[in-house]
């Protein structure tokens, strides 16, 4: 857990740190929080960003994976990735599934950026 999951505490907008470790638990039974940082389960700490696609980070202000989105696209920026990084204010988790207007304008981008590297 990022700092960001680990201090949301029970505020719920999609997601909260109990379900978040809920969730890890589930997915990797058994597994320590140390041993979730492993590169094979977890990008945010794979070693090896070269030569990767070019990425959109959609995150709202207000999602507990927010450290996750801003380490995440600085660390692609870094491998020379080209990255594109987007933080919508007061959204919460997954806003970009809600019919607001903010989340048209997410997915807009987010269409208009695929369809660029997408032959047709």
């Not at 590169?39 to 794979?46: A, N």
């Amino acid at each position: 857990m990022t700092s960001s999951q680990m201090l949301w505490g029970d505020r719920m907008l999609g997601l909260s740190t109990d379900y978040l470790e809920w969730f890890y638990e589930l997915a990797l039974p058994s597994w320590s929080a140390d041993s979730r940082r492993d590169e094979r389960v977890s990008p945010l700490y794979y070693r090896d960003l070269d030569g990767l696609p070019p990425a959109i980070f959609t995150i709202g202000e207000y999602d507990p994976l927010l450290d996750d989105s801003l380490c995440m696209a600085v660390r692609w920026k870094a491998a020379g990735n080209t990255t594109k990084l987007n933080v919508y204010p007061q959204a919460p988790h997954g806003f970009n599934a809600l019919p607001t207007q903010m989340a048209g304008v997410a997915n807009a981008e987010i269409s208009a950026i695929l369809y660029s590297h997408i032959p047709l």
